[in-house]
């Protein structure tokens, strides 16, 4: 692992840890097809299944990735402690997330009446930026919760300061195709972007895989640069000594 920050690295940090561990990886990639396949068949199933692997496969990824003292890594899937600390980690970190995104969304509130596609614009960038750059700050505390074995939520706050910008900007392309789709009808028609019934399934199944591959590689990105803070803890001692 490097000592110096790589946005570059931790953009392509999922295609590196997938030649560690190929076979591994592969089984992680298909299991999460599961909920997807479930989504576009039948729904309900689907999207209950989905609710459990938010929590269950990037707890497993980061087994996989991160080292951990005891030696357990990726399979099987558990529904243990690490998921309820990783559960509650969530919450936290969504509600100050949330808490992010309320300030411009206020005034894109009281102001909307004077120029709704500006400030419209102004919401969705919010909702793409401010959210996403709480998650590079504090999502890397997720597998340093699952590596040291205890809940961690501000963990990685002041080491990333300087490089949550990097951690965003390698996000960047998987947001910008989740976004897109929606908000460019919006901003440029002024309307929602309306789905023939016949094919909300196959919409509803391309998205679950879209989000799988997703997951993998935010899971990735969050593990190399949660590695990326262990190395410089672990180097601050020797720093103080000499």
Not at 124 to 147: D, E, K, T
Not at 211 to 225: E, W
Request: glycine residues 8%; hydrophobic residues 60%.
């Amino acid at each position: 692992m490097t000592k110096n920050f790589s946005a570059v690295a931790a953009a392509f940090a999922f295609v590196g840890f997938a030649k560690s561990y190929p076979s591994r990886s592969m089984q992680l990639l298909a299991w999460g097809m599961v909920p997807s396949l479930f989504l576009g068949l039948y729904q309900p199933v689907g999207l209950l299944l989905a609710a459990l692997t938010f929590v269950l496969l990037p707890a497993a990824w980061w087994r996989l990735l991160m080292g951990r003292a005891d030696g357990r890594t990726g399979f099987p899937f558990r529904l243990g402690v690490d998921e309820g600390r990783l559960l509650l980690s969530v919450f936290l970190i969504h509600g100050v997330a949330t808490l992010a995104v309320l300030p411009v969304h206020l005034i894109v509130t009281m102001a909307f009446r004077v120029d709704p596609y500006l400030f419209g614009a102004l919401g969705m960038v919010n909702l793409a930026v401010a959210p996403a750059l709480v998650w590079a700050r504090l999502g890397p505390s997720l597998p340093l919760s699952v590596a040291e074995n205890r809940l961690l939520v501000m963990r990685s706050w002041r080491p990333t300061g300087q490089i949550g910008w990097k951690l965003y900007l390698a996000w960047l392309p998987i947001i910008a195709a989740a976004y897109l789709p929606v908000a460019w009808p919006i901003l440029f028609a002024g309307s929602i972007p309306v789905v023939p019934e016949h094919w909300v399934w196959v919409i509803a199944l391309a998205a679950g895989i879209f989000g799988n591959f997703g997951m993998a590689v935010v899971c990735a990105t969050q593990a190399y640069v949660a590695c990326y803070i262990q190395d410089k803890i672990a180097d601050a001692p020797a720093a103080a000594a000499d």
